[in-house]
């Protein structure tokens, strides 16, 4: 695992994991793409497994992570153009998009207006539009609605913070975000303590993550998601959701199914927003299971509709 740099009108943060036993040029380079308030962190444990198959890079968005805003906005669409040329300068042509909730959404805007960088497209529980139906998770709900009121989610984030502490921020985040924590391997939360500590220390952080935040918001509120995802290019995709999703119910991920018959619906049995952390083995299989299929031909992918355990 290496940590660099890259120059998109500032510096970008992002860890290369080289593919492992010579399997770089076998299969399309992996870019891991993290939720809001994420960083590279959220893929310690999934990036050594996608790296027996290819190479691997988690970047660190604008105002997230180690990538300091540098006079940029934390924004969707800043943060679509970054992946967009990350993929052509940094991975060096298509490849494999792999978006976890936010980031899921980034890189759905990213392949509807650059297909061609993409050779296939993985959601790991993306943010989605609101479906019919669908419960809102209350305490979920309250944080949002704080988010998109100026000034009440700045002061609402200091206050949790305050109270909570990094390893309190952490597990909090967990309890939300997984079924059961303990799942996670205590690497990886040792890991994301040690950042969140790190995190604590800079002046931009909450400023960045209401930025995005309130970006999100705005984007599904305009209904562009419902837009994006009724018009989007037939490249191969994977969506991959917990069944037990707070953040974004699993009726997001079937409303979304039944708008594109084309993708690959696996729903994960008893798991949350963060199946790339709860269950990374589950989460690896099934990416090398269906990816080389997807991508030899997309019009004969192997379309399921199934749920699978990580038991």
């Known amino acids: 695992m290496d940590s660099e740099t890259y120059d998109f009108g500032g510096p970008v943060h992002y860890l290369r994991y080289p593919a492992q036993g010579g399997a770089g040029g076998r299969r399309p380079p992996f870019l891991l793409v993290h939720g809001l308030g994420g960083s590279h962190v959220n893929w310690t444990a999934l990036a050594p497994l996608l790296a027996r198959t290819g190479d691997v890079f988690a970047v660190d968005l604008v105002g997230h992570g180690r990538t300091p805003p540098a006079g940029r906005v934390s924004s969707l669409g800043v943060n679509a153009e970054l992946v967009s040329r990350f993929l052509d300068d940094v991975v060096g042509g298509p490849g494999v998009l792999v978006g976890n909730s936010m980031g899921g959404l980034v890189s759905m805007i990213v392949t509807a207006a650059h297909p061609e960088r993409v050779a296939a497209l993985v959601l790991v529980d993306p943010s989605l539009p609101w479906a019919r139906g669908q419960r809102l998770d209350l305490e979920i709900g309250r944080n949002f609605a704080a988010y998109a009121i100026p000034g009440m989610g700045e002061r609402f984030l200091r206050q949790r913070r305050a109270r909570l502490g990094p390893k309190g921020m952490v597990a ?118 269906w990816l080389p299929t997807a991508t030899a031909s997309p019009a004969r992918q192997h379309r399921r509709r199934r749920t699978i355990s990580a038991c």
């Open 172 to 289: 909090e985040t967990l309890r939300y975000c997984t079924v059961d924590p303990r799942r996670v391997p205590a690497t990886a939360i040792a890991a994301a303590v040690d950042f969140a500590e790190e995190r604590a220390a800079l002046p931009y952080g909450d400023v960045s993550f209401m930025e995005a935040a309130r970006s999100l918001l705005r984007f599904h509120a305009t209904r562009r998601s419902l837009d994006l995802i009724r018009r989007f290019p037939d490249t191969p995709t994977l969506l991959l959701h917990g069944a037990k999703d707070r953040l974004v119910p699993l009726t997001a991920a079937r409303q979304t199914a039944r708008l594109r018959p084309d993708w690959t619906l696996e729903v994960l049995d008893d798991i949350g927003h963060i199946p790339q952390l709860e269950a990374p083995d589950l989460i690896a299989t099934t990416i090398t299971h």
